[in-house]
């Protein structure tokens, strides 16, 4: 079974800046999109960034001119960088992949790494 793992989320202060990694492992022939997704307490999960097999970049406009995700295919692992944190950004961040393995395409998701911006 494919497993994404998510790292990097912590207590940040306003203004402040993290970077969140996940590595995809398994029987893994080929991964086609990437994406960042978050669901704050009380409200449904939500698209953050995507990145396609070419590199294609979508934000939600919430995050723009702010967050960046990038993708290093030798290492099978999506980044997204973050600065200028806000409040509202607080969230727990699920990483998404769509991965063509041994089971076939297939959307998986990470367990989820918090984010908490202080005020």
């Known amino acids: 079974q494919v497993q994404l793992v998510e790292s990097g989320g912590g207590l940040v202060q306003a203004g402040g800046s993290l970077r969140l990694s996940c590595a995809a492992s398994g029987t893994i022939f080929s991964i086609n999109h990437m994406g960042w997704y978050r669901q704050a307490p009380g409200k449904q999960r939500e698209l953050v960034a995507t990145?396609?097999?070419?590199?294609?970049?979508n934000y939600a406009d919430s995050v723009k001119g702010r967050f960046t995700i990038s993708r290093d295919n030798a290492k099978d692992t999506v980044y997204l960088q973050m600065n200028s944190l806000e409040p509202e950004d607080t969230a727990v961040y699920y990483c998404?992949?769509?991965?063509?393995?041994?089971?076939?395409?297939?959307?998986?998701w990470g367990q989820g790494t918090q984010v908490t911006v202080s005020s």
């Open positions: 990145i396609t097999s070419s590199s294609t970049t």
């Open positions: 998404n992949a769509g991965v063509y393995s041994d089971r076939g395409w297939t959307d998986y």
